[in-house]
């Protein structure tokens, strides 16, 4: 496959971000991030009335803002490449929304995906719960990430079934499912070239792939 457009998903706490940073240097490639700051945020996690929604709507009018942006801007013509999907607006929605609140958010949804260009290709970063529960205890020790800015374990749980379910179901575009709770997610040269290597043999269709190395540079 001759890929222009790769995004990169899964739960936090997978890489996600270094990976994306890691294939866009190996393909001089443009390299899209998630921007995680949002006003609203400290709320949710205070579970004020509302915030919620308030922070859903902030998070998926940027990401569209962003997307829409390197449509606009024929940055397509080089390669891309994202640590997010635009998908993953939805799982996020429905775990966190009520029934009314999710409502009028899929009408929005529905209108803002229109203009957006799906990638060719979708790499999803897959691990037991278990195990990315003890990676995010890990990352929140070495970032000293606030208590209250860490998930619980219920709501770990629900998430990572929410994405395993969403990209189960998931058809609009190649899919790369990569196991990692046997890698060290560092991704180096060898590792990366495997990886790659996946990737531009795909073809329509979900493939799954364990990394066969640790990693090491």
Do not use: C
Request: no cysteine; aromatic share 12%.
């Amino acid at each position: 496959m001759d890929f222009r457009y790769l995004a990169i998903e899964g739960p936090l706490g997978l890489g996600k971000t270094a990976l994306a940073e890691r294939l866009g240097a190996r393909l001089d490639a443009t390299v899209v991030l998630d921007d995680a700051e949002n006003p609203f945020l400290d709320a949710f996690y205070e579970g004020r009335p509302g915030a919620a929604f308030q922070t859903q709507l902030f998070f998926t009018l940027q990401r569209h803002r962003q997307q829409l942006a390197l449509r606009q801007g024929d940055l397509f013509s080089q390669t891309v490449v994202a640590d997010y999907l635009f998908d993953r607006d939805r799982i996020y929605a429905f775990m966190n929304l009520d029934d009314n609140e999710l409502f009028i958010y899929q009408r929005l949804y529905d209108l803002l995906a229109r203009d957006l260009a799906a990638p060719d290709v979708v790499v999803y970063l897959q691990t037991p719960t278990d195990l990315l529960r003890k990676r995010l205890k890990e990352r929140a020790r070495r970032q000293s990430e606030p208590r209250e800015r860490q998930p619980g374990d219920e709501y770990l749980t629900e998430l990572n079934e929410a994405y395993n379910h969403f990209f189960f179901h998931y058809t609009a575009t190649p899919l790369l499912v990569v196991e990692t709770s046997q890698f060290d997610l560092s991704w180096g040269d060898e590792a990366l070239d495997d990886l790659l290597k996946q990737i531009q043999s795909m073809a329509r269709g979900t493939r799954y792939y364990v990394p066969r190395t640790s990693g090491g540079a």
